[in-house]
């Protein structure tokens, strides 16, 4: 199929005629139409197809990419509506047993990197041997399906195999870093009741090595359920005074795995929300659901095919990880890092591509525009590069820093999606057979009615409107981890329009069918009746050389009046402050528009962030309205959780305030 007709003018990047061909989207539509009968001419009409005849959609992807899920009785039960429909009734499978299929005896499957420049590597014989070993263990400690197993450990390859023996067995698998305390840790586990913890010795970070011993120690003593602990060796520090099992003595022999098929709803993992306003919910997402959901997001929306090598940079309580194990389940090597992607410099996320000789590279948006601000070359730094595609998510990625990654790389597919950890996927990303376009995600995933709705909750395209997604998806969670009335999944997205999925994010969707995130709707401001997203602000000013990290926010104040600060870290202490916050002054006014510039810029130290690197606008602007940092923030759910306090100095009802001598004012 030829490129896709959506026009080009603008574009910073088009596939050409070759890449569009042989993309696997292309080999999909041909092979609907031979299969199928059904002749779509572009994207536009594959995605008006799959969102709207659900079952024969789903039913394809199982079909498209052979995957082992058993005929159902009936694909798709939506008399309920959301969020009680049912997906392939009757039906069992195993995640694991799809992931593993892929077996060539000499065939890279894994491919492991840490900080120190270590490489380790695994065919897909040792792979599925590690697994079936470490499965085996797990049945003779007496695991059943539904018992949970958890981990606290690194992005490596332990992890890994860990995940994919807990699915083996039936198990329900969660991970957490090894950046969270014991405390944090256990929030999120203990809600569990897990049989079995698999911990790390430590982990890479900036140049450093850090011991968990100690934590790993107080984290099992805490978890009063837990029977086992199986400690990987990953920097060296296990000796004989350490009390577990070692996984390498569980794994190094192995076996030929078993695979538990089970009903295809049955869990899989739990993810965990933030945890930054109360203790974490579980999200719990079935073998089936993920299956249909990670191989079309792999094959179709990112086009990887068997054989391409694969990271997305994370930690394993991001869900990326756990979207990265499914390149897996497309025949791609799958790569993992241990260690600071911005360590020694931003430009480390080339080097690391270069030294995996990867073909997709999967980051942070963070971490493309520290590597924009930071202006290596990335050719000048990783001669040797040979990526195909850039995958970006986490954030909206500045117009700014996608041109720069084309003027850098200019026959690299770079592919925005934004998703969550809700769905464990990408509500929009990549379509390789279209353009790209600076200031917009590709479109709309497959599957996914994505849809933006104004006050009057009508579509609307070209302007700002509530993120809603208005059909069902495989991958939305089965339900919340002790939530058996659904009280609380009812409450986090089908509150505000019974039926309709609110994911609480601005957006719009353009003439073009890409798609704009604004923001957080919960965060948005409405400043003299005019509604402002915050990703608007930041697209303008963390792209600055001068600015390290930015948050902005609106308070409603008691007299009725606004107050709309925007709070900066600089790159580095400024000469003259005046100057810097003019700059940002007129920067945000001519990029974004006069209504945009906020009433103060106030220059701070350090910001907090979650765990995994999201701002916390409504948290903060609830400490500025008053409330205790405590009572509205889970401090072990924050990566500086001494940052919190310093918004009670800058509460704008406080009087006796003292501003630090770094704050600059209007």
Same mark, same amino acid.
């Given at each position: 199929?030829?490129?896709?007709?959506?026009?080009?003018?603008?574009?910073?990047?088009?596939?050409?005629?070759?890449?569009?061909?042989?993309?696997?989207?292309?080999?999909?539509?041909?092979?609907?139409?031979?299969?199928?009968?059904?002749?779509?001419?572009?994207?536009?009409?594959?995605?008006?197809?799959?969102?709207?005849?659900?079952?024969?959609?789903?039913?394809?992807?199982?079909?498209?990419?052979?995957?082992?899920?058993?005929?159902?009785?009936?694909?798709?039960?939506?008399?309920?509506?959301?969020?009680?429909?049912?997906?392939?009734?009757?039906?069992?499978?195993?995640?694991?047993?799809?992931?593993?299929?892929?077996?060539?005896?000499?065939?890279?499957?894994?491919?492991?990197?840490?900080?120190?420049?270590?490489?380790?590597?695994?065919?897909?014989?040792?792979?599925?041997?590690?697994?079936?070993?470490?499965?085996?263990?797990?049945?003779?400690?007496?695991?059943?399906?539904?018992?949970?197993?958890?981990?606290?450990?690194?992005?490596?390859?332990?992890?890994?195999?860990?995940?994919?023996?807990?699915?083996?067995?039936?198990?329900?698998?969660?991970?957490?870093?090894?950046?969270?305390?014991?405390?944090?840790?256990?929030?999120?586990?203990?809600?569990?009741?897990?049989?079995?913890?698999?911990?790390?010795?430590?982990?890479?970070?900036?140049?450093?090595?850090?011991?968990?011993?100690?934590?790993?120690?107080?984290?099992?003593?805490?978890?009063?359920?837990?029977?086992?602990?199986?400690?990987?060796?990953?920097?060296?520090?296990?000796?004989?005074?350490?009390?577990?099992?070692?996984?390498?003595?569980?794994?190094?022999?192995?076996?030929?795995?078993?695979?538990?098929?089970?009903?295809?709803?049955?869990?899989?993992?739990?993810?965990?929300?933030?945890?930054?306003?109360?203790?974490?919910?579980?999200?719990?997402?079935?073998?089936?659901?993920?299956?249909?959901?990670?191989?079309?997001?792999?094959?179709?929306?990112?086009?990887?095919?068997?054989?391409?090598?694969?990271?997305?940079?994370?930690?394993?309580?991001?869900?990326?990880?756990?979207?990265?194990?499914?390149?897996?389940?497309?025949?791609?090597?799958?790569?993992?890092?241990?260690?600071?992607?911005?360590?020694?410099? %931003?430009? /480390? !996320?080339?080097?690391? #591509?270069?030294?995996?000789? $990867? &073909?997709?590279?999967?980051?942070? =948006?963070? *971490?493309?525009?520290?590597?924009?601000?930071?202006?290596?070359?990335?050719?000048?730094?990783?001669?040797?590069?040979?990526?195909?595609?850039?995958?970006?998510?986490?954030?909206?990625?500045?117009?700014?820093?996608?041109?720069?990654?084309?003027?850098?790389?200019?026959?690299?597919?770079?592919?925005?999606?934004?998703?969550?950890?809700?769905?464990?996927?990408?509500?929009?990303?990549?379509?390789?057979?279209?353009?790209?376009? %600076?200031? /917009? !995600?590709?479109?709309? #995933?497959?599957?996914?009615? $994505? &849809?933006?709705?104004?006050?009057? =909750?009508? *579509?609307?395209?070209?302007?700002?409107?509530?993120?809603?997604?208005?059909?069902?998806?495989?991958?939305?969670?089965?339900?919340?981890?002790?939530?058996?009335?659904?009280?609380?999944?009812?409450?986090?997205?089908?509150?505000?329009?019974?039926?309709?999925?609110?994911?609480?994010?601005?957006?719009?969707?353009?003439?073009?069918?890409?798609?704009?995130?604004?923001?957080?709707?919960?965060?948005?401001?409405?400043?003299?009746?005019?509604?402002?997203?915050?990703?608007?602000?930041?697209?303008?000013?963390?792209?600055?050389?001068?600015?390290?990290?930015?948050?902005?926010?609106?308070?409603?104040?008691?007299?009725?009046?606004?107050?709309?600060?925007?709070?900066?870290?600089?790159?580095?202490?400024?000469?003259?402050?005046?100057?810097?916050?003019?700059?940002?002054?007129?920067?945000?006014?001519?990029?974004?528009?006069?209504?945009?510039?906020?009433?103060?810029?106030?220059?701070?130290?350090?910001?907090?962030?979650?765990?995994?690197?999201?701002?916390?606008?409504?948290?903060?602007?609830?400490?500025?309205?008053?409330?205790?940092?405590?009572?509205?923030?889970?401090?072990?759910?924050?990566?500086?959780?001494?940052?919190?306090?310093?918004?009670?100095?800058?509460?704008?009802?406080?009087?006796?305030?003292?501003?630090?001598?770094?704050?600059?004012?209007?």
């Amino acid at each position: 199929m030829p490129a896709d007709s959506v026009t080009a003018d603008g574009a910073l990047w088009a596939p050409s005629a070759e890449f569009a061909a042989q993309s696997v989207l292309t080999d999909y539509l041909s092979w609907l139409q031979r299969e199928r009968q059904l002749d779509f001419t572009d994207y536009r009409q594959l995605w008006e197809w799959s969102t709207t005849d659900l079952s024969a959609f789903w039913l394809s992807i199982r079909d498209y990419f052979n995957l082992d899920i058993d005929d159902p009785q009936q694909v798709l039960d939506e008399s309920a509506g959301m969020p009680h429909v049912r997906w392939f009734i009757g039906s069992t499978t195993n995640y694991a047993a799809n992931a593993l299929v892929h077996e060539q005896e000499s065939g890279l499957a894994l491919q492991s990197l840490n900080e120190s420049g270590v490489l380790t590597t695994m065919t897909w014989r040792e792979l599925r041997l590690a697994v079936g070993g470490l499965a085996t263990w797990f049945r003779a400690q007496g695991i059943v399906p539904g018992d949970r197993i958890v981990a606290y450990v690194p992005n490596i390859a332990g992890a890994v195999i860990a995940m994919l023996a807990s699915a083996a067995v039936g198990a329900v698998w969660a991970s957490c870093a090894q950046e969270y305390s014991a405390q944090g840790a256990h929030d999120r586990f203990a809600q569990l009741e897990p049989k079995i913890l698999i911990a790390a010795d430590g982990y890479h970070h900036g140049g450093k090595i850090f011991d968990r011993r100690q934590s790993v120690t107080e984290l099992a003593g805490s978890l009063s359920t837990v029977e086992s602990v199986v400690w990987i060796d990953n920097l060296g520090l296990l000796d004989e005074t350490t009390r577990g099992e070692r996984f390498t003595d569980l794994t190094e022999n192995g076996c030929e795995p078993e695979f538990t098929r089970v009903p295809f709803d049955h869990p899989l993992w739990v993810l965990f929300s933030s945890g930054t306003t109360g203790p974490p919910k579980g999200i719990v997402h079935g073998h089936g659901g993920i299956l249909l959901e990670h191989s079309k997001f792999c094959g179709l929306n990112t086009d990887l095919v068997p054989g391409d090598r694969f990271l997305w940079l994370a930690t394993p309580s991001w869900m990326v990880w756990n979207i990265q194990i499914s390149g897996l389940l497309v025949g791609a090597t799958i790569s993992t890092y241990d260690g600071a992607p911005s360590w020694p410099d %931003a430009a /480390q !996320i080339w080097r690391i #591509a270069e030294r995996l000789g $990867l &073909d997709v590279l999967g980051v942070s =948006a963070a *971490s493309l525009v520290a590597a924009h601000k930071g202006d290596m070359h990335p050719l000048d730094v990783a001669p040797n590069l040979t990526l195909s595609a850039i995958g970006s998510t986490g954030s909206p990625l500045p117009p700014d820093t996608a041109t720069w990654v084309y003027q850098r790389l200019p026959q690299v597919w770079l592919a925005s999606a934004s998703g969550g950890t809700d769905i464990c996927s990408s509500f929009a990303g990549g379509v390789p057979t279209e353009p790209v376009f %600076a200031d /917009q !995600i590709q479109g709309p #995933a497959l599957g996914v009615r $994505l &849809d933006a709705w104004n006050e009057h =909750a009508q *579509s609307v395209i070209g302007e700002t409107g509530e993120m809603v997604v208005t059909r069902p998806m495989p991958s939305m969670p089965i339900r919340f981890w002790n939530d058996t009335d659904f009280a609380k999944y009812t409450s986090a997205y089908f509150d505000h329009y019974p039926g309709v999925w609110r994911h609480g994010d601005w957006i719009t969707i353009t003439e073009r069918g890409g798609v704009v995130i604004h923001g957080r709707s919960d965060a948005t401001m409405n400043r003299h009746g005019v509604r402002i997203g915050s990703g608007e602000i930041y697209q303008v000013v963390d792209q600055l050389q001068e600015v390290a990290d930015s948050v902005v926010v609106g308070v409603e104040l008691a007299d009725g009046g606004y107050w709309m600060p925007l709070f900066v870290v600089p790159a580095r202490p400024p000469v003259d402050t005046r100057r810097l916050t003019q700059l940002i002054r007129n920067e945000i006014r001519t990029n974004a528009s006069p209504r945009h510039v906020p009433d103060e810029i106030i220059l701070v130290d350090s910001l907090p962030h979650t765990r995994t690197g999201k701002k916390l606008e409504v948290p903060i602007k609830r400490i500025l309205q008053g409330a205790d940092p405590v009572a509205v923030l889970n401090p072990q759910a924050v990566d500086n959780a001494d940052a919190l306090y310093q918004f009670i100095a800058f509460r704008p009802l406080d009087k006796t305030r003292t501003d630090p001598p770094i704050a600059a004012r209007k």
